[in-house]
């Protein structure tokens, strides 16, 4: 529902060294045009499409002083609103950005930014998030303080990453989400917790001019939690996600 987890890193790869097909507005600043497709939006392990492919776009701004600035869009589909007897009146996601990458040392970098994400026709779900990620030598970690129209959570996750041969590119991510109330209910609402973890291992490779992506991604959610969160009961259970992109 929220900002997409890839972004940070994302971010911190293309601003130390613009692609070469950013477009060079002077000797300061550039401009990135990353078009993707996804076929399931995930966030923080849960899908924000019901299981359906995403076509998402991401305008990034940035300057050589490491700051940077941005607007991503992507469509979502939230199903049947119980509470209203009606479906969501959403089907996108317009998220405003803007942040600084520090470069530390060739091995060390810090990125931190504030994300708004908005969803027109539903404002009920518009809110922020605060950023910061270290990354050392392959390892990052990180977290992200969430703020919607009626509550606040945060989330941290740890990772890795490297290059495999072939040119393959390995992502590893674990990311624990506190939502610092109770939301996630077992099957009779008798017990229910506070928090989830997810993990994603992710396999990249550059192909034909596009960065293409395959994904494992879970939660440790029951279907019961999952359906007591979402609506829905298979939004939170494991799956495959196969993604391509294209920086400009």
Known sequence: MHARKTLTLAIAALTCSLQAGAIELNEQLSLIVTPAVFSDYRSSGISQTLGDPAAQL???????????????TSNVEYGYDWENDDDYGTRQEIDYYAGYYWQITDAISLDGYYNKYTYPGEGQFNGSDLYLTLDAYGFFIGGKHSFDTEESYFNTYVGYRTLLPLEIGLELRYENVDQKDDVFFNADYSKAEQDYNNWEIKLTRDLFGATWGLSYVDTDLSDAQCASFSGYDDLCSAG????????F
Request: aromatic share 8%; proline share 0%; net charge neutral.
């Open 58 to 72: 991401d305008i990034m701004l940035s300057h050589a002083s490491g700051l940077y600035a941005g607007v991503w």
């Open 240 to 247: 495959a996600v196969a993604s391509v992109s294209k920086a």
